[in-house]
């Protein structure tokens, strides 16, 4: 699933006219770098929701051949990240699937980080696997750190330790974990934190240039770094 129903408020005044997704960064929209990483992963079928400015990215999403696009809608209410799940749970099935932010892409060094994911995943001792960075490769990030991993692999909130590593906007999720969700606008933060209780939120550390970009001034930091990134995958 990927996540691409915000608002894109601080992408103002860039985001006055289009929803955050269908921003280009070195010519290619946020949307696609992530939709192309789970293509390049073997992922067939992605759900997309949408809530603001919804036809513009339904519209750019048909073109698509590869993964085949359903759209959630969210049109009614902005749900979060939670809760855009939760409704879109009856088009993902009872499997454990990718989760992707629309507005977070990476290039990868080497084998995909998302195929490595899905290697590293294991359903008898996890719940959420997260993929990771650190603040040395990564762009446009202006916060700190979000988690420290165990020599196990199992995480825990770093409170901007400089040691932890950042979420990267990418996770694999088992469905278990939202039996008798609410409904409605509620974080994946709170799903987190029960993983974190039981000892079943993991994390794997990718391997390359992560970027995010928040503000339209960072659009220019984020094209130089791919620029960078694919010179140096060369």
Known sequence: MVLAAGL?????????TMPKP?????????????????????????????????????????????????????????????GGIVKALPLLGGEPFYIINADTFWIDNGEPS?????????????????????????TGHCVGTDFLVASDGTLRRSKADPA??????????????????????HSLNVYFDKAIAAGRLFGMAMRGRWITVGTPDA????????????????
Do not use: C
């Open 8 to 16: 894109g408020k601080r992408m103002r005044p860039i985001t006055d």
């Open 22 to 82: 269908l921003v280009k960064i070195a010519g290619k929209t946020l949307l696609d770098w992530g939709l192309d990483s789970l293509e390049a992963a073997g992922v067939t079928r992605a759900v997309v929701n949408v809530h603001y400015l919804p036809e513009q990215i339904i519209a750019h999403v048909a073109g698509r051949r590869a993964p085949k696009i359903v759209i959630s809608d969210e049109r009614e209410a902005l749900l979060e990240s939670a």
């Open 114 to 138: 998302l195929e490595r994911l899905s290697l590293a995943w294991d359903a008898a001792r996890m719940d959420i696997l997260l993929m990771l960075t650190d603040l040395d490769s990564a």
């Open 164 to 185: 932890g590593l950042i979420y990267a906007g990418a996770a694999i999720i088992h469905p278990r974990i939202f039996k008798d969700a609410p409904a409605g606008s």
């Open 219 to 234: 659009i220019p930091a984020a094209e130089a770094a791919v620029a960078s990134a694919l010179a140096k995958a060369v």
